[in-house]
């Protein structure tokens, strides 16, 4: 069974070869990039791969361009900061379809700043990654966008990794774009928010995933992404309030 692996890029160069070591078997490699100007093209052209470069960057546009794109029906999801395990590489190449079942739920492992969190709410985190394309629908969202799948599901049992922020900087940047593109999907699905509103949900948001999803069995890593998801909350929720007008 030939599949394609499609990773969506925009300036990976500290990503990209580790991910395309962990998928080079594949068939076929689809790269998506949205105008990377570091080294992501350079370091992807010494792999077997099929490179787009000008892509859209919308993630709902760019993963609906990839399924057009692809030259096998298989398809396997894969961003550039995430690793397939060897007992899902392993699992992947020796896939065989099963009658109506045309989508496969894989676990993500999440890795803060080197340490994998067990708790904190993000294991085991579950996604539809492994699909066939004629069954399978892009989610058109500006920010989380997920696939869809006509028919039946099963679960892999190989796991994925996925290696979110490198140091503070990065998540600082990282926390600062994705909360501008929550921000401009809830405006768009007519979400309100007050001023007050903007620091309640923030403290309730850590409280939520420190407490109540366990964060604190994590140690330090438990407190960072407690920490992580309450500034993008505050932030999330003062651009909102800024593209409402309230300040």
Known sequence: MKITVIILTKNEELN????LETVKWADEILIIDSGSTDRTAEIASGYKTKFIADAPDSFAEKRTLS????????????????????????????FEPIEGVNGYILTRRNFYFGQWLRHSGVYPD?????????????TPRLLHEGVEITGG????????????????EQMMDKINYYSTLEALDKLQHGKKISKAGVFTHAVSTFLRVYLSRKGFKDGSGG?????????????????????????
């Open 16 to 19: 990209i070869k580790d991910c």
């Open 67 to 94: 399924l057009k794109l692809a030259s096998n029906d298989w398809i396997f999801f894969l961003d550039a900061d995430e690793r397939a395990t060897p007992e899902l590489q392993k699992e992947l190449m020796e």
């Open 126 to 138: 579950k996604h539809i990654r492994f699909f066939n394309r004629k069954f399978a629908a892009i």
């Open 153 to 168: 599901t099963a679960e892999m049992k190989g796991e994925f990794l996925h290696y979110t922020f490198r140091d503070m």
């Open 223 to 247: 407190f960072f992404i407690s920490f992580c998801y309450a500034v993008d909350n505050f932030l999330t929720h003062l651009k909102l309030l800024k593209l409402q007008g309230k300040i």
